[in-house]
T-cell receptor, first 110, second 117 residues
Framework: AQTVTQSQPEMSVQEAETVTLSCTYD???????LFWYKQPPSRQMILVIR??????QNATENRFSVNFQKAAKSFSLKISDSQLGDAAMYFC???????FGPGTRLSVLP | NAGVMQNPRHLVRRRGQEARLRCSPM?????VYWYRQLPEEGLKFMVY????????ESGMPKERFSAEFPKEGPSILRIQQVVRGDSAAYFC???????????????FGPGTRLTVL
């Protein structure tokens, strides 16, 4: 069965700085999707970014980008110019069967 | 285009009662997924449905839990004879299409928080 590991239960970043959240996963599949979702205090689950495994180019969405290393099965999320509204739980998700990682709680310090 | 809708947002039940959670997918989406989230944990998959069909219920407890997605109306997650351990947030998601392993992007509703007294 696929597993997703997020080794950082909590992270903090200063406003306007950059932070990287790590994620590793285990799979024997060659084609799949990976996602990062954020869950703010409202508990609404919000899609941050999506990566298709067959694409070598790393996905970017405004201030959010990923470093996808397929051979290493690593999928980290970089948040640039952090804003107070970025404070949330961030979940790395393996797209086949939507397996969630345990989450990283990100705090943004003013 | 309205997002995924869930109701009620909060539901309180006493032990032994039934809980019914409703989910209306986004317009044009015919695939619905239910997840459970315990405090400080990620979401755990429960069941994947298409209209009138259960595609994958590998995450559903074998007893007391059932789900349906009728031809008309919302998807329903039903929990019979609730126990305190059922207290959790239940999220519904929908997607426009899915291949094996439901790889497509899922859009989540706001969740229903179930409290069992």
């Amino acid at each position: 069965a696929q597993t997703v590991t997020q080794s950082q239960p909590e992270m903090s970043v200063q406003e306007a700085e950059t932070v990287t959240l790590s994620c590793t996963y285990d799979t024997s599949e060659s084609d799949y999707y990976l996602f990062w979702y954020k869950q703010p205090p409202s508990r609404q689950m919000i899609l941050v970014i999506r990566q298709e495994a067959y694409k070598q180019q790393n996905a970017t969405e405004n201030r959010f980008s990923v470093n996808f290393q397929k051979a290493a099965k690593s999928f980290s999320l970089k948040i640039s110019d952090s804003q107070l509204g970025d404070a949330a739980m961030y979940f790395c998700v393996y797209g086949q069967n939507f397996v969630f990682g345990p989450g990283t709680r990100l705090s943004v310090l003013p | 285009n309205a997002g995924v809708m869930q109701n009620p947002r909060h539901l309180v039940r006493r032990r032994g009662q039934e809980a019914r959670l409703r989910c209306s997918p986004m317009k044009g989406h015919s695939h619905v997924y239910w997840y459970r989230q315990l405090p400080e944990e990620g979401l755990k998959f429960m069941v994947y449905l298409q209209k009138e069909n259960i595609i994958d219920e590998s995450g559903m407890p074998k007893e007391r839990f059932s789900a349906e997605f009728p031809k008309e109306g919302p998807s329903i997650l039903r929990i019979q004879q609730v126990v305190r351990g059922d207290s959790a947030a239940y999220f519904c998601a929908s997607s426009p299409k899915a291949s094996g392993g439901f790889a497509d992007t899922q859009y989540f509703g706001p969740g229903t928080r179930l409290t069992v007294l």
